[in-house]
T-cell receptor, first 115, second 114 residues
Framework: DVKVTQSSRYLVKRTGEKVFLECVQDMDHENMFWYRQDPGLGLRLIYFSYDVKMKEKGDIPEGYSVSREKKERFSLILESASTNQTSMYLC??????????????FGQGTRLTVV | AQKITQTQPGMFVQEKEAVTLDCTYDTSDPSYGLFWYKQPSSGEMIFLIYQGSYDQQNATEGRYSLNFQKARKSANLVISASQLGDSAMYFCAMREKNTDKLIFGTGTRLQVFP
């Protein structure tokens, strides 16, 4: 069974803290993604990664960075958390660069609250 | 630029009726894929159906079918014989071949009533 695991389901952090959200997949997928989901705004792409050590900015990268040192792990970093980063964060992975018809598999989500 | 638009924030449908959820997209890449996902209140994202830009026929998966109109850049999801368990958020998504980005629309909340 395919699996994408996010390290925390719920997280509460203080303004200004450095926050790490971890995502691990066990499917040997090349592509991994970080999204945030907010009511009325859908899923917005923060960053994605083609492969190890490769990353691309999505539509809303400001205030975030990512790390992909190993193929199975993709980390989202909030350098200095702010209250407007309170959101649901979803990680996804997908097989194959340039292969169109492969679906993305999602983690269970991390609900981050910044106080 | 790559873009997905879902103009229906919410839809209601009676059980056993069919419902169409709208999705339009914009891309300059001739090669792309379109996806629909379901997100129940539990929060998990469930893949429903895929349509490729070069597919000649509309995709179907059980009660789900995709009304793909390439010239109009629309990829509407049709759910036949709605069930109470179909109540959820539905997201349309697109992947371009030359960028590999996967972007989503804002979603439609479907509520099925008895």
């Amino acid at each position: 069974d395919v699996k994408v695991t996010q390290s925390s389901r719920y997280l509460v952090k203080r303004t200004g803290e450095k926050v790490f959200l971890e995502c691990v997949q066990d499917m040997d997928h090349e592509n991994m993604f970080w999204y945030r989901q907010d009511p009325g705004l859908g899923l917005r792409l923060i960053y994605f990664s083609y492969d190890v050590k490769m990353k691309e900015k999505g539509d809303i990268p400001e205030g975030y960075s990512v790390s992909r040192e190993k193929k199975e792990r993709f980390s989202l970093i909030l350098e200095s958390a702010s209250t407007n980063q309170t959101s649901m964060y979803l990680c996804a992975s997908r097989l194959g660069t340039g292969i169109l018809n492969t679906e993305a598999f999602f983690g269970q989500g991390t609900r981050l609250t910044v106080v | 630029a790559q873009k997905i638009t879902q103009t229906q924030p919410g839809m209601f449908v009676q059980e056993k009726e069919a419902v169409t959820l709208d999705c339009t997209y914009d891309t300059s890449d001739p090669s792309y894929g379109l996806f629909w996902y379901k997100q129940p209140s539990s929060g998990e994202m469930i893949f429903l159906i895929y349509q490729g830009s070069y597919d000649q026929q509309n995709a179907t998966e059980g009660r789900y079918s995709l009304n793909f109109q390439k010239a109009r850049k629309s990829a509407n999801l049709v759910i036949s014989a709605s069930q109470l368990g179909d109540s959820a958020m539905y997201f349309c998504a697109m992947r371009e071949k030359n960028t590999d980005k996967l972007i989503f629309g804002t979603g439609t909340r479907l509520q099925v009533f008895p």
